[in-house]
């Protein structure tokens, strides 16, 4: 799946920036507190309006401080998946039932210096794990490779316990980066830069869609929940 990520659109025009990907799988909502991330982005309002205005499923990712609180309220405001960090979290599992009790999916997000290991008997809790593969925070970073290694230690773990997991991954994402995520078993792939700084943004979904099956058809460990 092709989640474009509006953090890279227009912010005055959001209803314009979903209208143009309306071909994508899910929309990316980055939610940034301006304390567990250094910006400052959207919150709550502005996800009910967008609820209101596409029918593309929001794939809410939270990047903020104390998601035990917060997190809940964007499943009752219309997301289809709510993300929030491992980091930022002090009861993990009682989030993502929340989340879960709340009417939507429940995301478990990594930032690159995070092991999975620690977290990796709780993803039987989550429908998502959001693998970041750039420093939380801003669009158009460079791709850390290294992270793959998290995509495939979640694959194997997926496989073995027979779990039903969408790999997410974030950051970096573009045509040069997506055929090895999806080698590596990624079933959701986020872009920004790759698909709002594009002069066609439909276009750009396809063909990154195109490249990602490409990936997946060589991914030894197989994909998709
Ligand atoms: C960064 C955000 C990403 C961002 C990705 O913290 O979580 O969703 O929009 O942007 P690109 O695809 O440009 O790296
Ligand atoms: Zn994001």
């Not at 009910?48 to 499943?75: F, Q, V």
């Not at 002090?90 to 995070?114: E, F, H, M, N, Y």
């Not at 990796?120 to 420093?135: A, I, K, N, Q, R």
């Amino acid at each position: 799946m092709i989640a474009p990520s509006i953090l890279s659109a227009d912010f005055a025009h959001l209803g314009g920036a979903a209208e143009a990907v309306a071909r994508a799988d899910w929309l990316h909502v980055d939610v940034m507190d301006n304390h567990f991330v250094p910006n400052l982005t959207i919150g709550l309002p502005v996800v009910k309006s967008l609820h209101r205005a596409t029918d593309l499923p929001l794939d809410c990712h939270l990047m903020i401080e104390n998601p035990d609180r917060w997190a809940p309220g964007y499943a009752e405001a219309g997301a289809a998946n709510v993300t929030f960090h491992a980091e930022a979290a002090a009861d993990v599992a009682q989030t993502a039932r929340a989340i879960r009790a709340a009417g939507a999916l429940a995301g478990l997000s990594v930032k690159p210096g995070t092991p999975l290991e620690p977290y990796l008997e709780l993803l039987s809790g989550f429908d998502t794990l959001l693998v970041m593969s750039v420093e939380p925070g801003f669009g158009g970073q460079k791709f850390m490779p290294e992270v793959l290694d998290k995509v495939r230690l979640a694959r194997r773990h997926v496989r073995s316990g027979h779990l039903r997991l969408f790999i997410e991954i974030d950051g970096g994402i573009g045509a040069d980066t997506i055929e090895q995520a999806a080698e590596a078993g990624v079933d959701v792939f986020v872009a920004g830069s790759a698909v709002y700084d594009a002069a066609d943004p439909a276009a750009a979904v396809e063909s990154l869609r195109a490249l990602a099956r490409a990936g997946m058809a060589r991914c030894a460990a197989g994909s998709a929940p």
